[in-house]
């Protein structure tokens, strides 16, 4: 079964400085991967995704991820942290399933999630 | 362009009422799914549908039912609420295969006293 990992529940940057919020999966098959981002009181919204075609991810907001399979991660980060980046970031593994009647799903398996804190 | 709406936004329950959270997605979206999301523990997956017809459980379905009504919605209901449903709720929709990702809607925050 797949599993993703967030490590660091919190974590704390000064606005300017670079974003690095790490994730971890398991999966038996190759994976999809997503981030999401969740601002306070509203939905989860992605930020990107890894599809297969490159390694290095470009979202919105200026963020990015590197997909590494050796090291089976896919760590989020942003060069420069801007204070309207404080946020909820959540890690996603997908997996294509079928259910007990054939028909294809995506699984999605969310981290625990990172709230991450930008200090002026 | 409302993408998934889900009703209602906030409800407070006392223990043992029933509810029932609606959702709609209007994406021509096959599979739709429901998560509760507690702090420290990501999103859950409670039931998914993954085509309209089909209603499977996720990781903790105990406690709550599902109805896929039409292709569009999907709802949610609890039984005789505890206090341990108190979380918030999010319903979800996506295509159904490939690397798609899925959509939310803004939430239900449900507290049970």
């Known amino acids: 079964a797949q599993s993703v990992t967030q490590l660091g529940s919190h974590v704390s940057v000064s606005e300017g400085a670079l974003v690095l919020l790490r994730c971890n999966y398991s999966s038996s098959v190759p994976p999809y991967l997503f981030w999401y981002v969740q601002y306070p009181n509203q939905g989860l919204q992605l930020l990107l995704k890894y599809t297969s075609a490159a390694t290095l991810v470009k979202g919105i907001n200026g963020f990015e991820a590197e997909f590494k399979k050796s090291e089976t991660s896919f760590h989020l980060t942003k060069p420069s942290a801007h204070m309207s980046d404080a946020a909820e970031y959540f890690c996603?593994?997908?997996?294509?399933?079928?259910?007990?009647?054939?028909?294809?799903?995506?699984?999605?398996?969310f981290g625990q999630g990172t709230i991450l804190t930008v200090h002026p | 362009n409302a993408g998934v709406t889900q009703t209602p936004k906030f409800q407070v329950l006392k223990t043992g009422q029933s509810m029932t959270l609606q959702c709609a997605q209007d994406?021509?979206?096959?599979?739709m799914y429901w998560y509760r999301q507690d702090p420290g523990m990501g999103l859950r997956l409670i039931y998914y549908s993954a085509s309209e017809g089909t209603t499977d459980k996720g990781e903790v379905p105990n406690g709550y039912n599902v109805s896929r009504l039409n292709k569009r919605e999907f709802s949610l209901r609890l039984e005789s609420a505890a206090p341990s449903q108190t979380s918030v709720y999010f319903c979800?929709?996506?295509?159904?295969?490939?690397?798609?990702?899925?959509?939310f809607g803004q939430g239900t925050r449900l507290t049970v006293v």
């Open positions: 996603a593994v997908r997996v294509t399933r079928a259910n007990a009647g054939g028909t294809s799903y995506g699984k999605l398996t």
């Open positions: 994406m021509n979206h096959n599979s």
């Open positions: 979800a929709s996506s295509p159904g295969q490939g690397n798609t990702e899925a959509f």
